[in-house]
């Protein structure tokens, strides 16, 4: 058990040096939130837990687990059920649409701008 504690600690550790690298924006905002914690400014609702071999997310205030049971084989039986087909569970979000529907304006209206300054 200390071994895969170990192992997500680092894994952890190395996905702060990526994001801290790669997307400074989200690392800041962690690094924040962990200055919160540990002063006492924010406190915790959950925690990581390794269970029976596989993690479990608990809530603290309740007590209760949020999985409650195999967390991997929830995960395989989701999984299992994509069939990308899109009436099934893949995600076909508003958010992804509106900001399709947006860029597709904003390079309207650079492309009449080009027109305008090419003679196009």
Same mark, same amino acid.
């Given at each position: 058990? =200390?071994?895969?504690? =170990? ?8 996905? /702060? ?10 690392? !800041? &905002? ?5 200055? +919160?914690?540990? #002063? ?9 837990? *390794?269970?029976?071999? !596989? ?23 989701? +999984?299992?059920?994509?069939?990308? &087909? &899109?009436?099934?569970?893949?995600? #076909? ?23 305008? *300054?090419?003679? /196009?």
């Amino acid at each position: 058990m =200390q071994d895969i504690e =170990q192992q997500a600690s680092l894994t952890y550790l190395k996905n /702060l040096e990526f994001l801290e690298k790669e997307h400074y924006d989200v690392w !800041y &905002k962690l690094h924040l939130l962990d200055l +919160a914690t540990e #002063d006492g400014r924010y406190k915790e609702k959950y925690a990581l837990d *390794y269970v029976d071999g !596989y993690f479990d997310v608990m809530e603290l205030a309740s007590k209760n687990y949020l999985y409650a049971s195999n967390s991997t084989d929830v995960s395989r039986q989701l +999984a299992d059920q994509i069939n990308f &087909k &899109k009436d099934s569970l893949i995600f #076909d979000g508003f958010p992804l649409y509106y900001q399709t529907k947006k860029l597709k304006q904003l390079l309207q209206i650079k492309i009449e701008d080009l027109k305008i *300054y090419t003679h /196009l």
